[in-house]
């Protein structure tokens, strides 16, 4: 069985226990592998197992199609009054510097005179 099947196979009996809220070991999924009769190499059900290790695959799976996640979205909102401060201070400064170049033309020091 070639290396990616071996892997998308793991995969599946991962999810497997994980949507059955069964803790993810290298013999539960070489269990389920055997069970389907898909025959993958032995080091397969302990890397996926290892590599899931602390990692909590229902939020993650959730959280695929999100992008960046929720985070971002609630600093966004918490940071829109910062947003709004940040866009009255361009505009002062702005406003500032057209009154300066304004100032400028008025002392004869225009670029077109």
Do not use: H, R
């Not at 071996?6 to 949507?19: K, N």
């Not at 999924?29 to 590599?51: C, D, H, M, R």
Request: charged share 30%; hydrophobic share 45%.
């Amino acid at each position: 069985m070639a290396a990616t099947k071996a892997e998308l196979a793991c995969v599946y009996a991962a999810l497997v226990l994980v949507d059955d809220d069964v803790a993810v070991t290298g013999e539960k999924i070489q269990t389920i592998l055997k069970a389907a009769n898909v025959e993958v190499e032995p080091y397969w059900a302990g890397l996926f197992s290892k590599s899931l290790e602390g990692i909590n695959v229902k939020d993650l799976i959730t959280n695929v199609g999100s992008g960046v996640g929720a985070a971002p979205a609630g600093a966004a909102a918490a940071g829109a009054p910062a947003a709004a401060a940040d866009k009255k201070e361009e505009k002062k400064e702005e406003k500032k510097k057209e009154e300066s170049e304004e100032s400028d033309d008025d002392m004869g020091f225009s670029l077109f005179n």
